[in-house]
């Protein structure tokens, strides 16, 4: 067992952080051939990050969206705020990895959706929305349409549209994956700075092992296919100082090589 797995159990026996969301005994099947997870247990902690990392095709985004409601498991359940999910529910949100933007509609309106779906008034749905396009670094484009924006630009207003219905918990399905590697640094710093504003729970799928230590409290590493919870690791980075230094932390290097070394013999 590693330093950081060791650190983490040994903090998880004294931890009182009650769950927020419950992940009991999941298994999922495409069908009878394709197994995509096997018996996942797991608990994600009031306002904390938690990344779901592992090799492609080990089944991160198929847990996320069991989690989310939008698929049902073959067996377990999922338990949210103390109730079991039977589908999309407000106390969670999904910010889609293609953005999921309706073409026809503004910036405004777009972000409003969620708050238009749940009947709020137009007046303070406007109101809202525009508060979290400014959030994410939008203003001035509340009337622009999402032809006339640029990836990175579509994915902040998935972002605002996610946390404008003020979800305890917001899934993210590789929300920075299409935009460029300076975009998704700046991703990265706007993200940790509106969790601590907004102090949501995320659970967060990515491919990258440098961006889940830099964002996460706790990384789950899965299994190839079926997926199943290998690892979970605490980074333990120090993120009170600047970004770029946080980058050539001694902690954030050291885990980004740990987790590679486990997970290098999974690489295409």
């Not at 359940?77 to 509609?105: C, H, I, N, S, Y």
Request: charged share 25%.
């Amino acid at each position: 067992m590693t330093a950081a797995v060791r650190m983490l159990r040994e903090t998880t026996k004294s931890d009182t952080a009650q769950p927020i969301v419950e992940v009991r005994h999941i298994s999922k099947r495409y069908g009878s051939s394709v197994e995509a997870l096997r018996d996942i247990n797991l608990t994600f902690p009031t306002g904390q990050l938690t990344s779901l990392l592992g090799p492609s095709g080990c089944g991160k985004t198929t847990l996320l969206k069991i989690i989310a409601g939008l698929l049902e498991p073959t067996g377990g359940e999922v338990v949210v705020k103390g109730k079991t999910v039977t589908g999309p529910g407000p106390e969670r949100a999904f910010v889609f990895q293609d953005f999921a933007l309706m073409p026809w509609a503004s910036v405004l309106r777009n972000a409003a959706f969620g708050l238009e779906l749940q009947g709020i008034d137009k007046k303070k749905r406007e109101e809202t929305a525009r508060h979290y396009i400014n959030q994410v670094g939008l203003s001035g484009f509340e009337n622009r349409y999402p032809h006339e924006l640029s990836g990175g630009m579509r994915q902040r207003v998935g972002l605002a549209r996610a946390l404008a219905v003020n979800a305890d918990v917001l899934l993210l399905d590789e929300p920075f994956s299409a935009v460029d590697e300076q975009n998704r640094r700046k991703f990265q710093e706007d993200l940790l700075r509106l969790r601590e504003v907004e102090r949501k729970t995320l659970i967060f799928v990515t491919h990258s092992i440098e961006e889940a230590v830099y964002l996460s409290d706790r990384i789950v590493l899965l299994s190839p296919r079926p997926g199943r919870v290998s690892e979970i690791i605490e980074p333990h980075v120090d993120r009170s100082g600047p970004p770029d230094l946080i980058r050539r932390n001694p902690a954030y290097l050291d885990t980004v090589e740990e987790i590679w070394h486990g997970l290098r013999d999974y690489a295409d």
